[in-house]
T-cell receptor
């Protein structure tokens, strides 16, 4: 039962254009969402996050949009650069208690290739 | 520099052998996690620990075991009961955050991974 889905396994975008990566979730209890970037043979690194009390969060070239009614979020990268070529994972968490950590549920990832 | 270290980077195991993957962090993080990455499957949670001497099974714990005797260390043993152990294994850690802050940041710090191959 895949609670976080990234339906596009790969995406190719011309350098300088906008990259849009999509993520859908099924668990309505998820209230915090994150994007991670992963290069081959390395661990993922945190990119950007958004709480369910917001519908947009921006950090430089990266913007995450959240549509709670559609249970959908997207990551926009603009302008896209060759160094952005990597696998991007969407992740979500649900508040299980007022204290402590929550587990992250990850999507299957989207491989982004930026074409020079 | 603080970080999370996984070793070895590559590991080969014969059929029927147990192997232990090391994960050490000096970030003073409370929680630690083990994930497995397979092509097309994303990251799947094996085990996690929120505090020393305590750990919980994740989604795919069968054939694996862990221990958390020290805050800094969370080794994963892949036992002979794991039928398909060839994969890329990722260890992660996170701080224990008090929810409720409107501006809290949250995320895992990952190690660089161990690629395990059964030969």
């Amino acid at each position: 039962d895949q609670q976080v889905k990234q339906n596009s396994p790969s995406l190719s975008v011309q350098e300088g254009r906008i990259s849009i990566l999509n993520c859908d979730y099924t668990n309505s209890m998820f209230d915090y969402f994150l994007w991670y970037k992963k290069y081959p043979a390395e661990g993922p690194t945190f990119l950007i996050s958004i709480s369910s009390i917001k519908d947009k969060n921006e950090d430089g070239r990266f913007t995450v949009f959240l549509n709670k009614s559609a249970k959908h979020l997207s990551l926009h990268i603009v302008p896209s650069q060759p160094g952005d070529s990597a696998v991007y994972f969407c992740a979500a968490s649900a508040q299980e208690s007022n204290f402590g950590n929550e587990k992250l549920t990850f999507g299957t990832g989207t491989r982004l290739t930026i074409i020079p | 520099d603080g970080g999370i270290t996984q070793s070895p980077k590559y590991l080969f195991r014969k059929e029927g052998q147990n192997v232990t993957l090391s994960c050490e962090q000096n970030l003073n993080h409370d929680a630690m996690y083990w994930y497995r990455q397979d092509p097309g499957q994303g990251l799947r949670l094996i085990y996690y620990s929120q505090i020393v001497n305590d750990f919980q099974k994740g989604d795919i714990a069968e054939g694996y075991s862990v221990s958390r005797e020290k805050k800094e260390s969370f080794p994963l043993t892949v036992t002979s009961a794991q039928k398909n152990p060839t994969a890329f294994y990722l260890c992660a850690s996170s701080i224990d955050l008090l929810r409720g802050s409107s501006s809290y940041n949250y995320g895992y710090t990952f190690g660089s991974g161990t690629r395990l191959t059964v030969v």
